[in-house]
């Protein structure tokens, strides 16, 4: 059985760091796409950032909102996708999923771009609340 399992989140001032991660169990991602999706209260789902695999030089993939303030990485040794959030702002509020887009091994690198619809597995997100 495939689980995703996040970690990491809390309440931190605006200003903050918070490092979310998540790991994976019951089957190998090292070749897909590992991503981070966020729901705030009373909105839909959005992108945060995604992570190719290394078959895609791990090239890193951001929404315009958190650009230059979050930083996505991997460790498929452990397993385990991280979320570098820095420079917290009370828009950051939202539960933060953990999700995989399951890739064909042919993938053109260049043409792809992730979006929340083409995710494949869920996790059961952790709540990040940025207040003063």
């Known amino acids: 059985q495939v689980q995703l399992v996040e970690s990491g989140g ?3 001032q605006p200003g903050g760091s918070l ?5 994976t169990s019951g089957r190998d991602f090292e070749n ?10 009373g909105k839909e789902r959005e ?3 995604a992570i190719a695999p290394t078959s895609g030089r791990a090239v890193g993939y ?8 979050f930083t996505i990485s991997r460790d498929d040794t452990k397993n385990t996708v991280y979320l570098q959030m820095d420079y917290l ?10 999700a995989v887009d399951v890739v064909d091994r042919n993938t053109d690198w260049g043409r792809y771009t992730p979006t929340t619809n083409a995710m ?8 990040v609340t940025v207040s003063s």
């Open 47 to 49: 992108f945060v950032a």
């Open 120 to 127: 494949d597995y869920w996790g059961k997100g952790t709540l």
């Open 89 to 98: 702002t009370v828009e950051d509020t939202a539960v933060y999923y953990c």
């Open 32 to 41: 897909d796409v590992m991503a981070w999706i966020r729901q705030a209260p």
């Open 62 to 69: 951001y929404a315009s909102a958190v650009n230059y303030r």
């Open 10 to 12: 809390g309440l931190v």
């Open 19 to 23: 490092r979310l991660s998540c790991v």
